[in-house]
DNA sequence: GATGAATGAGATTTCATTCAT
DNA sequence: GATGAATGAAATCTCATTCAT
């Protein structure tokens, strides 16, 4: 996706030599993101990701020492896209807000392409297990810390649990995608939404949310 | 486990050939599992699956065609254990009684113990995917149509998108395993039980629910 | 060399299973042997070895981690055979004496083939080259050793630098093969033999020798 | 040695063009010389060699057609000094002047530096054996013609075998080197020289050239 | 000429699977 | 049936050499 101007015409004979480079190790970088997303990582070999970056084997040990740190690379190239915004449960619409949210850091996570890999290199390599393990226990705190908050403040349900319900926060948001998979429809991120409103504010509550954003954003999302 | 019985004279011919053979079957199968789920399913050789379960590499391919033909073998095993019952909303306590059902589809799944490696599988398998696809449907129909009845029995929240509710059930029952990594303390499936609850019961309802249990059940669970 | 029954005919159907794989180690270290020698370390592959052995290249690795271990091994085999019989100076003819012995280690050198390739060996293993040096050590103690008493006797020249006559044996007899290349004849022991007594005795000495030994062994060598 | 003048302004052509390619020439010949001794020739890279001398690896090519040439480069550039001047042996001290011989032609070789790496390749090179072999036979006959006049000239023991004493004085001076490892000392070429002398001259003559030589060469050597 | 990225043949090593005993 | 040595295809990785810039 970086190089959409590879066959553009009339533009300069080169690229600067650094950049022919890097035009190299991101299609490598590419190509091993959708053999390992297709394939799975085990199953991909050097080789086959050289090929299909369009180069030659030995190219592939010149920008990698081998598949492993390329899906390193991956990673931290990526990583950051796991971390959702701070949400903030207070001013707003909780629901579309939540969905929105959920929304964007679904398309953080089809992006990065690597859910369905992951679990396998999980296995072999603790390293990466705790990596992973660290970004996630970021995310679960985040999520505790604005139910916190709405607590403080009220707003949900009183016997509310904010582990049990940010735990269940967190698995939902991270399997939102794939539920298509079996309803057959589109995942709705809108109806996901609800049931974790549900989960956190009493129905009054959150009549009253939504009618105090209907007043700041009028007809948004209408 | 290796059986240093073999040479021993004058004793029964202790087990008839085809229980021997079983045995033998059984620990393939037992060593399979074990490996698949400590190492990961490539990163473990049948030759060590022969090993650890006390046989030659030879007699692997006596019981199993190849290495996918155990892991099938195992899954085809256990499969069946991935239902769970029937759930019945409408009678009794339904935050005990998912409770407990949570905890006993939990422990069937650490039976099977395969959770880990199946996304690994998946990718490489289609046929195994859609296996795994199709017993996942099967269970996210049987919660569906369990929410339908609640609901027609006035049960739920009038407003219930019962495949949302459904796909979340699905979801956090799928993932009960490993809370107890992010929290630190140990899966509490009646507090997971309870955020379920609230997702489909409106507060009264639940009330009234637990009241006719507590007199049907006295003092259970008390 | 050790496989000299593969052809005989009428023997039992089969070798016990230790013995054939003894004996396949043992075609891979003589086929390891042949091509380090004739064409040098680095230019042999696992795989030559292999099918220079007739078995395929995994079955070199049933036996050798590396192509390093299978030299190791060849040293470690035949390093004994390094070391000279303690010779004996003071009896006997020491240019006859000494020339057999010569012959012998000489012989032994051959056997174990690998001069050739040592040196190339020792520029990339500092382990083995540590190790070499010790053989060689050890036996320029012997040659010192013997020469000592030589001189304590009062047999020697009298201002006979032992060490440096030491190392210059050391040497003789370490590049006795092959001075066939630079004169066209085969390697005559009792010529180098001879030298070596020249540096050591005065002729009066050695004729002394010569004619006390004559008196002992009457004839032998004659 | 990497030339950071490369750039500047202004500045005398300061070298002809042909003077700054041999510079160049020298600088990867001296790279290589350095690495193959300390490394072998085997375990150094084209690249490795490029680099060392302050080039880029396609440079190399420029100047070498390969790895091969420019050993023989190497080779050619100094294999005349392997010949040593041609000795005579009757006038003078023939121990001093042997010594000095001996020391001289020991600096050559250490400044060609490449006797370890030469049996290396000499097993994959038949014609670079050929080579050596012949520089060698060029010494062989000298030592040999040297000994012929000596003898002709009655200095020299007179049951002298030429070839064998001719041989055995090649020996020593090709490994003349390196006896320091085994003794701890330095190399003393003043005791070898003697050792040879005492395989070549009988002690009355050997007395007797001495004295000849101190009249000419009063304190010389002092 | 000089550069160094790119190439791809080939070496090392592993492992699913076969097969002689 | 059971055994485990043997097989060889395939993966990983290196490096001499070329070639576009």
Redesign the interface.
């Known amino acids: 996706m970086p190089d959409h101007d590879d066959l553009m015409i009339g533009e300069f004979p080169s690229l600067p030599k650094q950049e022919r480079a890097q035009q190299k190790r991101n299609a490598l970088l590419e190509s091993g993101l959708d053999l390992f997303v ?3 990582y ?2 991909t070999t050097a080789k086959e990701i050289a090929a299909h970056a369009g180069v030659a084997t030995g190219t592939f040990y010149r920008y990698f020492s081998d598949k492993r740190q390329l899906l390193m690379s991956l990673l931290e190239d990526k990583i950051d896209k796991l971390l959702p915004p701070e949400p903030s449960w207070m001013s707003g619409n909780p629901e579309s807000l939540l969905a929105s949210l959920l929304e964007a850091h679904n398309k953080r996570l089809s992006e990065l392409g690597l859910q ?2 992951l ?2 290199l999980v ?2 390599d603790p390293g990466l297990a705790e990596f992973l ?1 660290d970004a ?2 970021k995310i ?1 705190s985040r999520i505790l810390f604005g139910l916190k908050q709405a607590k403080e403040n009220g707003l949900t ?1 009183n016997d509310l ?1 904010l ?3 940010a ?2 926060i ?3 948001v ?2 939102s995608h794939g ?1 298509d ?3 057959g429809k589109r995942t ?1 991120f809108q ?2 939404s ?2 974790i409103c ?2 956190v504010f ?2 009054d509550v959150l009549e009253q949310l939504r009618v105090s954003d209907e007043k700041n954003n009028p007809k948004f999302n209408g």
């Open positions: 297709s394939n799975g085990e199953q369905r890999v679990p396998e296995l072999k393990g996630r226990r679960y349900w649990d582990e049990a319900v735990w269940a967190l698995v939902l991270e399997n539920n998979k079996l309803s709705d109806e996901i609800k049931v549900r989960m009493p129905p």
